[in-house]
């Protein structure tokens, strides 16, 4: 799973009110090389949770994204390259992502994230 996708994800879990951003505990963490595409980063960028990207590029180990970050760093070269790196590069491939409010683990294998709920969660 790239953190494009965690990016994207949150908990329904009923009665659930925080259950965004996910909390990451990874287990494989893999990375392949992405093409950068400036015109796709600059147009996902205000659509992305920034803070909530680079607390999880942290948990999977990559730290060289700046703590905020605005339209205007979408012109620098070094940001893109690693903007591109931790949005579309680094991919969970085992683990869990758990829910901050309820603690509820959901499972991530072979890069998919299972967010099927349980009967009683609907």
Do not use: W
Not at 43 to 67: C, M, N, Q, R, W
């Amino acid at each position: 799973m790239k953190l494009l996708t965690h990016n994207m994800l949150s908990s329904n879990i009923k009665g659930v009110t925080a259950g965004y951003p996910l909390l990451i505990e990874p287990q494989i963490i893999t990375t392949t090389e992405v093409p950068i595409n400036p015109n796709f980063l600059r147009h996902i960028f205000p659509k992305l949770d920034y803070s909530a990207l680079v607390a999880a590029a942290k948990t999977l180990g990559f730290s060289d994204l700046p703590e905020t970050a605005g339209v205007s760093d979408l012109e620098d070269e070094g940001f893109l390259k690693r903007f591109n790196h931790a949005l579309l590069e680094l991919k969970l491939e085992a683990g869990a992502l758990v829910c901050p409010e309820s603690g509820r683990r959901f499972m991530v294998s072979k890069g998919i994230p299972n967010m099927l709920l349980h009967e009683d969660e609907v």
